[in-house]
């Protein structure tokens, strides 16, 4: 597990992650890399939860490989380079959907459970899109847009307790909760409809800053991060550094918050 946030206004859209990746033993570390520009100079990129590798491969590093692909560095793909006055959203989630699952995942012997959020704009438009790229065990249905351009708002994903209680009103087992006390079961699902309906916090706003976005999913991940921290029945899955990506029409790809292990002085390629 894991805790990504995107906030999408018309400015653009904030990407942010904590750094804690679970491997497929269990062993969890708390320096996994879950942003990515996907491609150098062009305003994609992508973030992940779930498994932090499929085989021995970390997704990092096969976001990389991809991206080398979409750069037009891989001799061996030529044609997955992105024109950048011609490429489209839907096609690099397709893409992802190909690299990950179909040439990755399913040769993989161990079932693979990782959601990507791609996040970004197509080729001279004016408005961002969220997609997403859902792998379940060996099923991956096709990409799916989540947010098209003229969605705005924050969508939130892996470790979902702190959030939906936060901006729903209402935990993730709220469900259970109301049949164990008398609504009957055929009920609950309506009942649990309208109680968001009511009880939903709303955060953003289309004309807000870049800059009040930033913060905002800064403040979305820390407070995932502590109210796991300290719920004493929750996995410690979700923690270490945030990092911070936006995406905007003019500016492109930046990152705004990382990590980082090289030495000062070294450029990173993303």
Not at 238 to 265: C, D, L, M, N, S
């Amino acid at each position: 597990m894991t805790i990504i946030v995107s906030v999408k206004i018309n400015d653009g859209i904030v990407m942010a992650a904590d750094s804690a990746g679970t491997m497929g033993s269990g062993q969890i570390y708390t320096h996994a890399n879950k942003i990515t520009n996907l491609c150098a100079g062009l305003p994609v990129g992508a973030m992940s939860t779930g498994a932090g590798g499929i085989g021995n491969e970390s997704v990092e590093t096969l976001l990389k490989d991809l991206r080398r692909r979409f750069d037009g560095r891989d001799p061996a793909y030529p044609e997955w380079r992105l024109d950048p006055a011609s490429y489209t959203m839907e096609r690099v989630a397709g893409r992802l959907r190909s690299f990950l699952f179909e040439e990755k995942a399913v040769p993989c012997p161990e079932p693979v459970n990782l959601q990507l959020r791609l996040c970004g704009y197509s080729a001279g438009r004016p408005l961002a899109e969220v997609w997403e790229v859902s792998m379940t065990g060996q099923d991956c249905p096709p990409p799916r847009r989540i947010m098209e351009e003229t969605g705005f708002g924050v969508m939130w994903d892996g470790q979902y307790e702190a959030l939906n209680r936060l901006i729903l009103g209402l935990g993730f087992d709220i469900g259970h909760a109301l049949v164990k006390h008398g609504v009957p079961p055929q009920e609950a699902g309506r009942l649990q409809e309208e109680l968001v309906r009511d009880l939903y916090a709303t955060l953003s706003v289309p004309a807000m800053p870049i800059q009040d976005a930033i913060d905002l999913a800064r403040f979305l991940v820390e407070t995932t991060i502590g109210f796991v921290r300290f719920a004493v029945f929750l996995p410690k899955s979700v923690g270490g550094a945030v990092e911070i990506a936006a995406i905007t029409k003019h500016e492109g790809f930046r990152w705004v918050q990382r990590k980082g292990f090289y030495p000062t002085g070294i450029l990173q390629e993303d």
